[in-house]
């Protein structure tokens, strides 16, 4: 036979029987007792000691060879590093701090050509609950809701100040009303994170945080009263909910109007201008301006948080003529300057936070038809009417509002105006009605 042949069929041999697993050879037996789950309480190796007795039984005690391998969660047998095998014939023991895992001890015994091979298994489980620190005390403010009622949401994480490294990461946290854990509620299989508060709960409500580690503990008393499962921990701790205004949930309207009239600088109402009202809990809405540039909301929730911006982004030529291109020339050159923050914004047609010789000639090429809107600016712009604009020869140093912001509205509002300024038009000459 071919030599390669013969050393490679041996390999494969050699390599059949460490796999093989017979409680009894010819001549030689082995005995012990299959282990219990072996608890680690080691948090920081994350080991458990291990101590496992096994005996042989032989015709006579002479020559026998006793050595061990590992196997690791179910990996190939190697050397073992984590502990060492004892005893002379016909009693021996294996034992040494193992990690955490489903592992097995691979026991080969030798004596002359009779030979056994036996796998002992056994378990490392993690016994230690979780360790957390968890805040005494929060607070969450209630907001109105479209159906009358308030509400609220809280996460268990808002809870923990602090975590420790743990052998069977990632923690898991859940948080629930007291009364719901003691009629029975079981976090651990129900997963609760975010909670729920809303205008039937007391103003003081204890909660309890649960947090729990992903190990299989088959001595683990869980809450409901079964044995086995994952090692978890709690601790109580309470809600305290901030009500509306200091009010109870049903104290503010739920029709409240707010609403407000969109003008030129010259004071001419802006018809047609769509007015969009972003709510917090509730959904948007939006409206067109009257002739005289008024526009309103109704039926408003108390206690929401309202963003008002108007918008018109139609016919860019609008009010726009070679006089405008001449007279913010006039201004580039100081020969006859804009004499109001509105102008010298309609002026600004590239929207660059500037006027110069590049607005005059976009402009000039929106008049000439060359292009059919302004590509970096809208037709339109609004600013809060009452906003006072700290240098008023250049209005680009600060950020001036383009939108009317309410937090927590409790009454009506009729003056939320806003001041338009149609890009190109310095001379004021633009067409503010559909009629």
Same mark, same amino acid.
């Given at each position: 036979?071919?030599?390669?042949?013969?050393?490679?069929?041996?390999?494969?041999?050699?390599?059949?029987?460490? /796999?093989?697993?017979?409680?009894?050879?010819?001549?030689?037996?082995?005995?012990?007792?299959?282990?219990?789950?072996?608890?680690? %309480?080691?948090?920081? $190796?994350?080991?458990? &000691?291990?101590?496992?007795?096994?005996?042989?039984?032989?015709?006579?005690?002479?020559?026998?060879?006793?050595?061990?391998?590992?196997?690791?969660?179910? +990996?190939?047998?190697?050397?073992?590093?984590? $502990?060492?095998?004892?005893?002379?014939?016909?009693?021996?023991?294996? %034992?040494?701090?193992?990690?955490?895992?489903?592992?097995?001890?691979?026991?080969?015994?030798v004596q002359g050509g009779d030979s056994l091979v036996t796998?002992?298994? %056994?378990?490392?489980?993690?016994?230690?609950?979780?360790?957390?620190?968890?805040?005494?005390?929060?607070?969450?403010?209630?907001?109105?809701?479209?159906? =009358?009622?308030?509400?609220?949401? $809280?996460?268990?994480?808002?809870?923990?100040?602090?975590?420790?490294?743990?052998?069977?990461?990632?923690?898991?946290?859940?948080?629930?009303? @007291?009364?719901?854990?003691?009629?029975?509620?079981?976090?651990?299989?129900?997963?609760?994170?975010?909670?729920?508060?809303?205008?039937?709960?007391? +103003?003081?409500?204890?909660?309890?945080?649960?947090?729990?580690?992903?190990?299989?503990?088959?001595? *683990?008393?869980?809450?409901?009263?079964?044995?086995?499962?994952?090692?978890?921990?709690?601790?109580?701790?309470?809600?305290?909910?901030?009500?509306?205004?200091?009010? =109870?949930?049903?104290?503010?309207? &739920?029709?409240?109007?707010?609403? =407000?009239?969109?003008?030129?600088?010259?004071? +001419?109402?802006?018809?047609?201008?769509?007015?969009?009202?972003?709510?917090?809990?509730?959904?948007?809405?939006?409206?067109?301006?009257?002739?005289? $540039?008024?526009?309103?909301?109704?039926?408003?929730?108390?206690? *929401?948080?309202?963003?008002?911006?108007?918008?018109?982004?139609?016919?860019?030529?609008?009010?726009?003529?070679?006089?405008?291109?001449?007279?913010?020339?006039?201004?580039?050159?100081?020969?006859q300057p804009l004499d109001s923050p509105y102008k010298m914004?309609?002026?600004?047609?590239?929207?660059?936070?500037?006027?110069?010789?590049?607005?005059?000639?976009?402009?000039?090429?929106?008049?000439? =038809?060359?292009?059919? *809107?302004?590509?970096?600016? &809208?037709?339109?712009?609004?600013?809060?009417?009452?906003?006072?604009?700290?240098?008023?020869?250049?209005?680009?140093?600060?950020? /001036?509002?383009?939108?009317?912001?309410?937090?927590?509205?409790?009454?009506? @509002?009729?003056?939320?105006?806003f001041i338009g300024i149609k890009i190109g038009d310095v001379?004021?000459?633009?067409?503010?009605?559909?009629?």
């Open positions: 036979m071919n030599k390669t042949i013969t050393i490679l069929f041996r390999i494969i041999f050699l390599s059949f029987l460490a /796999f093989q697993i017979p409680a009894q050879a010819q001549n030689i037996t082995l005995d012990y007792t299959p282990p219990e789950s072996i608890c680690s %309480f080691d948090t920081l $190796g994350c080991t458990g &000691s291990v101590s496992i007795p096994f005996s042989l039984t032989a015709e006579n005690n002479e020559g026998i060879i006793v050595s061990h391998q590992i196997s690791l969660d179910g +990996e190939m047998p190697v050397d073992d590093v984590y $502990g060492s095998l004892s005893g002379v014939y016909p009693g021996y023991i294996i %034992f040494g701090n193992y990690p955490i895992g489903q592992h097995s001890f691979v026991v080969t015994v796998d002992i298994e %056994f378990s490392v489980v993690d016994c230690v609950a979780p360790e957390a620190e968890i805040q005494w005390g929060m607070s969450y403010l209630l907001s109105y809701q479209p159906d =009358g009622c308030c509400r609220s949401t $809280g996460n268990a994480l808002d809870f923990v100040v602090n975590q420790e490294v743990d052998c069977s990461e990632p923690l898991n946290f859940a948080i629930l009303k @007291e009364d719901d854990f003691l009629s029975g509620v079981f976090p651990l299989v129900d997963s609760l994170e975010v909670i729920v508060f809303d205008c039937n709960d007391e +103003e003081t409500i204890f909660v309890r945080i649960f947090y729990w580690d992903n190990a299989f503990n088959p001595y *683990a008393l869980q809450s409901d009263g079964t044995l086995g499962g994952a090692n978890y921990d709690s601790f109580l701790s309470y809600v305290y909910l901030q009500q509306p205004n200091g009010s =109870g949930c049903g104290g503010l309207p &739920s029709n409240l109007n707010i609403g =407000g009239e969109i003008h030129t600088e010259e004071q +001419e109402g802006i018809d047609g201008v769509q007015v969009d009202l972003l709510v917090d809990i509730a959904e948007d809405i939006s409206v067109l301006t009257d002739q005289d $540039g008024e526009f309103i909301f109704s039926n408003l929730i108390a206690g *929401a948080d309202c963003e008002i911006i108007p918008m018109l982004d139609l016919n860019h030529t609008n009010g726009v003529s070679t006089f405008d291109a001449i007279l913010i020339q006039k201004h580039i050159l100081g020969i914004i309609a002026a600004d047609v590239n929207n660059s936070g500037s006027i110069s010789i590049s607005d005059v000639i976009q402009l000039r090429k929106l008049i000439l =038809g060359n292009l059919e *809107a302004l590509p970096d600016n &809208s037709s339109w712009r609004f600013i809060d009417a009452s906003y006072v604009f700290p240098n008023p020869s250049s209005p680009w140093v600060v950020p /001036f509002p383009e939108e009317i912001k309410i937090n927590n509205i409790s009454e009506d @509002e009729f003056h939320l105006n001379n004021g000459s633009a067409i503010v009605s559909l009629d």
